[in-house]
């Protein structure tokens, strides 16, 4: 996807999208490509149906399936910017543990393993890429962007010993 233009130098204002990018013509460019792309590494991380649904937002069954035949025929569709903006995220995800491992074998076993870190919950971070959120790939890919800048530390004593919040001890008033 392209880049956003910004706006941030001194006197010129706050920064700025470029609202062409969300143009239905750029969109109907980008849709089969995305889409292609998406299935070649959602077979790659042996994603299920049900979870290639969760991570595009959850478009019905038929509906996915038309994408998806249509991208393998290279025909012309236009995905809608959240549907485009999450397979983003997953592009980012993808490059990230091509950066951060050797083989793309350990990248997806890293995805399915359970990570201590906190974010994950001991939980594997693909549970996270397909909850169904724009939020949880974001959260992965965040996660991943700080660990190839450097800034990923192991758990520390804080973390070890963090013990998550029960429903009781949120309390609003």
């Known amino acids: 996807m392209q880049h956003a233009r910004r706006t941030d130098r001194e006197g010129e204002g706050p920064q700025r999208l470029e609202m062409e990018r969300f143009a239905p013509a750029n969109r109907r460019r980008l849709s089969a490509p995305a889409l292609r792309t998406f299935l070649a590494i ?3 991380w042996g994603l299920s149906e049900e979870q290639r649904l969760l991570v595009l937002g959850y478009p019905s069954r038929s509906t996915y399936h038309s994408w998806a ?3 393998r025929e290279h025909g012309a569709f236009t995905l809608d910017v959240d549907t485009l903006t999450r397979i983003s995220a997953l592009f980012g995800i993808h490059q990230a ?3 951060l491992f050797a083989d793309e074998r350990a990248g997806v076993a890293w995805l399915r393993t359970p990570h201590q870190a906190p974010v994950f919950g001991g939980h594997p971070p693909l549970d996270i890429v397909a909850n169904g959120t724009q939020d949880g790939l974001m959260t992965v890919r965040r996660f991943l962007d700080g660990a190839r800048g450097g800034v990923y530390m192991q ?3 804080l973390d070890e010993d963090f013990t998550a919040y ?3 001890d949120i309390v609003f008033r």
Do not use: F, I
Request: net charge negative; no cysteine; aromatic share 0%.
């Open 97 to 99: 543990l091509g950066v």
């Open 42 to 44: 959602a077979d790659l």
């Open 155 to 157: 758990p520390n004593k």
């Open 166 to 168: 029960e429903d009781a």
């Open 69 to 71: 035949k249509q991208a």
